[in-house]
């Protein structure tokens, strides 16, 4: 996908619940579930293809636990 | 570079109480993210969070103000519209907003929201709405669709809550699911520019006493639930808002009396 808009995606492992919202709804399929747990003995999401990233926003709106966020890179700073 | 777990932020972090997460709801609940939704819409609209009061009544939306770092009052569940009201006409240039749920205002509050609007008072209720009333495990609320008996194999016909808000007099009344993350925030910027009273219904539904009663499993079975059953429809008469209609749940900005 040669977007213009590029975005990395962020965990906080330790805020997870595993309701595996955040792989559904990806449309670009950039998450998968983790085989380890974190704290809570959840399976907390992991970014398997960074570079697939849309920057949608969408698994950081609805993660109900405010564990995954993304920031959107500019493009001069994709360049450099 | 990769940046280590302990270091990481999430944008709307300067607004919570970041030690008491996780939170106490469930995997996959709405709530958190119609909180997601009213934080961001606070930060796009620039509003002062010291100049923000969050009312709050039972359940599990009444610990949304455990959770914020906003000046909140938790009310009992009969006096929350009644005590919003009053907090407005004490300090008329604070916002007031409302979470409440279907046991507040389909229990109890439902003759306060009438009282409330002739007033005249100005608020921002968001009424998570479940069509359950979780505290009696799996109980019914007035909101329930009769698709689903009662314990006893009774059915009850649920309101209209649009057409019941509207009639009453509400100024602004939008209906969302969590699903519309996005539209809920705009909804939320808009309302909080309005003069009345505006309401903005969340259908959220609840994934323990849902999934116990065998209709909708996980999180995700919902989420692709919703999105089947959402139609977007804002011009749609208010009847046709009614949840009991089965083949699909209308949403969309359903009311805007004083538009800019």
Redesign the interface.
């Known amino acids: 996908m040669n977007s213009a808009l590029k975005a990395e995606v962020?965990?906080?492992?330790?805020?997870?619940?595993?309701?595996?919202?955040c792989?559904?709804?990806c449309q670009a399929d950039v998450l998968e579930e983790s085989c380890d747990v974190n704290a809570?003995g959840?399976n907390f999401p992991v970014v398997k293809n960074s570079e697939a990233c849309l920057g949608c926003g969408?698994c950081?709106?609805?993660?109900?636990?405010?564990?995954i966020?993304i920031r959107v890179i500019e493009p001069e700073e994709t360049m450099s | 570079m990769e940046t280590r777990t302990s270091d990481r932020v999430h944008p709307v972090d300067s607004f919570l109480c970041t030690d008491l997460f996780p939170s106490s709801w469930c995997p996959g609940c709405g709530i958190g993210t119609v909180v997601y939704s009213f934080l961001e819409a606070v930060r796009e609209c620039g509003v002062d969070l010291d100049r923000v009061m969050l009312l709050t009544g039972s359940g599990c939306t009444g610990s949304v103000a455990d959770y914020l770092r906003v000046k909140s009052q938790r009310a009992e569940t009969r006096f929350l519209l009644d005590q919003a009201a009053d907090t407005g006409l004490v300090d008329p240039d604070r916002n007031i907003v409302v979470f409440m749920n279907n046991a507040d205002l389909l229990i109890s509050g439902a003759e306060d929201l009438a009282r409330v609007t002739k007033r005249g008072a100005r608020m921002l209720v968001i009424h998570v709405n479940n069509i359950l009333y979780v505290i009696t495990r799996d109980g019914l609320v007035t909101n329930t669709p009769y698709t689903r008996p009662s314990w006893d194999g009774r059915f009850e016909l649920p309101f209209n809550l649009p057409e019941l808000a509207i009639s009453y007099g509400v100024h602004y009344f939008a209906r969302w699911t969590p699903l519309h993350a996005g539209w809920l925030k705009y909804s939320i910027v808009e309302a909080f520019s309005r003069k009345g009273i505006a309401f903005i219904e969340v259908l959220s539904p609840c994934v323990l006493y849902e999934g116990r009663a065998g209709s909708i499993g996980d999180a995700v079975e919902r989420i692709k639930l919703y999105d089947s059953y959402a139609v977007m429809n804002s011009n749609a008469r208010t009847a046709q808002f009614d949840i009991r209609n089965s083949s699909n749940i209308v949403i969309g900005e359903i009311l805007d009396r004083n538009a800019s």
């Not at chain 1, 906080?12 to 919202?21: H, P, T």
């Not at chain 1, 950081?60 to 564990?67: G, H, I, S």
């Open positions: 962020y965990v906080i492992e330790n805020r997870c619940k595993g309701c595996g919202v792989i559904e709804v809570q959840y969408m950081e709106m609805l993660c109900p636990d405010f564990a966020y």
